[in-house]
């Protein structure tokens, strides 16, 4: 097998690099640097120096422990930590650390052991969020929750004595007991004004978590997809010229060979030790190449862009099967197939996706949140049919398949229907499917918010979110939303 000589890197592509560095470098939300594999600090953005309160000069060189509480580093932490990425591959924790000035405050912290292509480790990635704020708000939900039970306790304990009085009243004085009726139906009301108002209070929480995710990481990855789209446009926009001139090169060398029967011995050596028969033959295949691997990163970029619609308006005309395409398409991994490891059998073949898709008008909608809840079915979806090859023999599995469906119902709505031949739910799970927090995954695979979100956004649409489903028989999620008047 022949392997072609590298071209020198051009000035173009070291300057996209070091855009890259500065970009990570000047990031000043959250706290990107490397450590070596000791656990050495060896480089520092401006989000660590306003987090941690250290320069740069100060923490390079420096061991990363120094960022931990006393306790956790008599623990072993830190060494902890980085044993669990570089045997993971990545390790995601919240907790305490400590800046500069020595004051205490709250991260998400996530390491991730990088390694070369021999599979040398070569050091540790850490991006380290401040969740200081998130962490109060937290707790002060927890008091006023706990503030509210005893409130509900107080009450309840004076409603429970002022009945004792009642009867009381009422064994001894006849004339009360329509007093006694009344009492007993302002104590029904409320206890359901006291239900509902918890009901609100883990409504609110929910949400509140998962807006904080999303928000975090829409405008991550809205930024990231705008600073590597320009790059990767302009290589897009020259591989068109780059062709262009090898094919006229290859065109003139071929009249060159017509043209020179008998070359002279240093171009005929020159020839061989190339090897231009090759290399000709080659060129148009490298190009061809490149030319796929850009298209899909652009693909990839507007998607992410598509998906993110930060920089939208709240609510305006939306393509639905636009918004569609980019959430599989962000999924694209998930539904390849999946293997063990490189060496097993697959565990699960490709996920088919089947499109039916009807002709839709444009929808007024938020883009961003309607692409969050074809995310959140997508991923529930592709973890159905991952369970169902988990619990079954090969035997009797069908291709494993998720089915799109879009139509216009009647000229107010529109409805998408998403199906899998996955392993089903049972009518006890469906009941429970859209409520916060619910969620039949094991700890550490979901959060149960993912489909109560959804829920409260489709509704807060004016739409509908309904389950069909029996166990081993599928699943299918259907979407109707309001087309609105003016976007028809």
Known sequence: ????????????????????????????????????????????????????????????????ACFYLEADIRQGKPMMELEQAKRLGRYESEGQRCRKDGSCFWVNAIVTALYDDNGQLRGFAKVTRDITEQKQAEAA??????????????????????????RQEIIERQQAEAAMRQSEAQLRQQTQELHKVLVDLRQAQAKLVQSEKMSSLGQLVAGMAHEINNPISFIHGNLAHVRLYATDLLELLQLYQQQITDPSPAIRNKASEIDLEFLVED??????????????????????????????????AVDIHAGIDSALLLLQHRLQTQFADKESHPTRPEIQVLKVYGELPL???????????????????IDAIGEDFATQSASCHTAP??????????????????????????????????????????????????????????????GSLQCQSQPSQGTELIITLPIRDGWA
């Open 401 to 462: 398949t998720i089915t799109i469906h879009t139509q216009r119902i009647d000229a107010d709505q529109v409805q998408i229907r998403i199906a899998d031949n996955g392993v089903g739910m049972s009518p006890e799970v469906q009941s429970r499917l859209f409520d916060p927090f619910f969620t039949t995954k094991p700890v550490g695979k979901g959060t149960g918010l993912g489909m109560s979100v959804s829920y409260q956004i489709v509704h807060q649409h004016g």
């Open 141 to 166: 939900l927890r008091d006023a929750f706990h503030h509210l039970e005893q409130r509900v306790e107080e009450r309840t304990a004076e409603l429970s004595q002022t009945n004792a009085r009642l």
């Open 283 to 316: 060129v148009p295949k490298l190009l061809t190449s490149m030319q796929t691997g850009v298209t899909r990163i652009r693909e990839i970029m507007q998607s992410l862009q598509t998906f993110s619609r930060l920089h939208e308006a709240e609510l305006k």
């Open 363 to 381: 929808v007024e909608c938020d883009a961003g949140q309607i692409n969050q809840v074809f995310l959140h079915i997508f991923n529930n979806a």
């Open 1 to 64: 097998m022949r392997i072609t000589t590298q071209f020198p890197v051009e000035p173009s592509v070291i300057n996209h690099e070091e855009s890259f560095q500065l970009l990570v470098e000047s990031v000043k939300d959250y706290a990107i640097y490397m450590l070596d594999p000791n656990g050495i600090v060896i480089t520092w953005n401006q989000g660590a120096k306003r987090i941690k309160g250290y320069s740069a000069q100060e923490i390079i060189g420096e061991h990363f």
